[in-house]
């Protein structure tokens, strides 16, 4: 069974652009989540979406947002890139949403010069 | 404030020891999970429990819910298992997922 996806593995953005992360899902797996990790605020949940709808959120600015296709691929929007958006940026997916066990992509890094 | 509040934060052991790395929490969860992280990112999941202890290999993870604690334990440790291991929790009903700050174990051989 493959595992998890996510394009682009490496992306090199400059401020105030924006950048559109994709991630599929396991097959079967319902729900896909999303995850900020930097060096110095480690890992973040940024949200989750089960069946194309947003379950939960994190604490991040509504520049992040993110849909779910009816395939249950994912992708994840930044708009108005900053410095500080420069991550390494992770999805995982799942059968069911809350604290179902996880399967992680490679993760997207994302440098924003 | 941290939720999730992991300990030590770096670690070296010598291959064959027996290590432990705790796990704190201080909200409401539905599920903690442990998880390894390896030099260049990828991340793999290797518990997630609710109640009691789950064993898988050399590994074994526990969990108090009273006292709001998790223990992962590696026996006989070797230079492979030399990685950053995480524990995250889902919160109440799964509204938010926490992690902890990561605990840098080396194995050397």
């Known amino acids: 069974k493959a595992g998890v996806t996510q394009t682009p593995r490496y992306l090199i953005k400059t401020r105030g652009q924006q950048v559109t992360l994709s991630c599929s899902p396991i097959?079967?797996?319902?729900?896909v989540s999303w995850y900020q990790q930097t060096p110095g605020q480690g890992l973040q949940f940024l949200f989750e979406?089960?069946?194309?709808?947003?379950?939960n959120k994190g604490n991040f600015p509504g520049r992040f947002s993110g849909r779910q296709f009816s395939n249950s691929r994912s992708e994840m929007n930044v708009s108005t890139l900053e410095l500080g958006d420069s991550a390494l940026y992770l999805c995982?997916?799942?059968?069911?949403?809350?604290?179902?066990?996880?399967?992680f992509g490679p993760g997207t890094r994302l440098t924003v010069l | 404030k941290n939720e999730v509040e992991q300990s030590p934060q770096n670690l070296t052991a010598q291959e064959g020891e027996f290590i432990t790395i705790n796990c704190s929490y201080s909200?409401?969860?539905?599920?903690l999970h442990w998880l390894q992280q390896h030099p260049g990112g990828g991340i793999v999941s290797l518990f997630m429990?609710?109640?009691g202890k789950k064993k898988h290999g050399r590994l074994i993870a526990t969990i108090n819910i009273q006292e709001k604690h998790s223990s992962l334990h590696i026996t006989a440790s070797h230079p492979r298992d030399s990685a950053v291991y995480i524990c995250?929790?889902?919160?109440?009903?799964?509204?938010?997922?926490?992690f902890g700050t990561g605990t840098s174990l080396t194995v050397i051989p």
């Open positions: 995982a997916s799942s059968f069911a949403s809350g604290g179902s066990q996880r399967s």
């Open positions: 097959s079967g797996h319902r729900s």
């Open positions: 979406y089960f069946s194309e709808t947003q379950r």
């Open positions: 909200v409401g969860i539905s599920a």
């Open positions: 429990l609710s109640s």
């Open positions: 995250a929790v889902s919160e109440g009903t799964g509204n938010q997922f926490y």
